[in-house]
C-alpha cells in the first residue's frame, strides 16, 4: 500500500514537473503567467521548464576532467614560479658575495705595495708590477661583473 502511494505521488509530481507555462495579458494590461491555460483569453504558451538537473554523466565526467587538468597546470606554474622566484633570490645572494669579494680582493691588490702567492711547495712567489697590474685590471674587471646594481 505505501509503495502504492509512493508511486502515486512520485506520477504527479512528475506531471506537474514537466507541465506547460502560459502568458496572458489580461484587460488591464497586466502580464500574468500560469500553469494553466485560462479558459476565454488569448494565452501563448512559453514551453515546458527546463527540468534538466545537470549534464549527462558523459559530460559531466570530461568537465571535470579538464577543471582537474587546468587545476594541475595552475600547480604546476605555481610551483615553477616559486621556484624561479627562489632561484633568483639566491642568485642574488650570490652576487653579493661575489661583489663583496671581488671589492676585497682589488682592494687589497691596491692598496699592497708587493702582493704574493704561496706555492705548493710553501715558497712565496712574489708579482711582479706588471704581473700585479693585470691582477688589478682582473680584480676591477670581476667587481664591475659581480657588482652591477651597486
Known sequence: MKT??????????SLSATASVYRWVDAE???HYSQFKPAGVDSTEQGKPNTNQGPNPEEAKKRLEELRAKLQTSINDREKSK???EE???????????CAKAKEQQRNYENNGR???ILENGEHYWYS????AELIKKAKEDTAKYCKGE
Open 129 to 132: 708590477e706588471e704581473e700585479r
Open 88 to 98: 633568483a633570490k639566491e642568485e642574488i645572494e650570490r652576487n653579493k658575495e661575489n
Open 83 to 85: 621556484k624561479e622566484q
Open 29 to 31: 494590461g497586466q502580464v
Open 115 to 117: 702582493v704574493y702567492k
Open 4 to 13: 502504492l502511494l509512493f508511486v502515486f505521488c512520485s506520477m504527479l509530481i
